[in-house]
């Protein structure tokens, strides 16, 4: 599976940003589609999971409200939706996909996408 990020940028807090991930290479069916963040000098850090055949969603607490996960199976993309964005959001957001549902584990991914950055200015 190749993992394709995109939608990163510059906004204002209080806006939103959706972001896209684009999977080419097999169907998804099976897998469980995962974003992270990861800012400077921090570790990675889950934010939603969706279960790619059931559309089941996960959320960490953190984004919990503000962050939604959707996937369009036509498409073969994950899209995450942010809204209400913090300065805190600032980071590199990947897309991932694991076999695992609804695990925040780093490990538990096989595949990853490049990163694409998200900068959110006060």
């Known amino acids: 599976v190749q993992l394709q990020a995109s939608g990163g940028g510059l906004v204002q807090a209080g806006g939103s940003l959706r972001l896209s991930c684009a999977a080419s290479g097999r169907t998804l069916n099976g897998y469980n589609m995962g974003w992270f963040r990861q800012a400077p000098g921090k570790e990675r850090e889950f934010l939603a999971t969706i279960a790619w055949s059931s559309g089941a969603t996960y959320y960490a607490d953190s984004v919990k409200g503000r962050f939604t996960i959707s996937r369009d199976n036509a498409k073969n993309t994950v899209y995450l939706q942010m809204d209400s964005l913090k300065p805190e959001d600032t980071a590199d957001y990947s897309c991932?996909?694991?076999?695992?549902?609804?695990?925040?584990?780093?490990?538990?991914?096989?595949?990853w996408g490049q990163g694409t950055l998200v900068t959110v200015s006060s």
């Open positions: 991932a996909a694991s076999k695992v549902f609804a695990t925040q584990l780093p490990r538990r991914y096989e595949y």
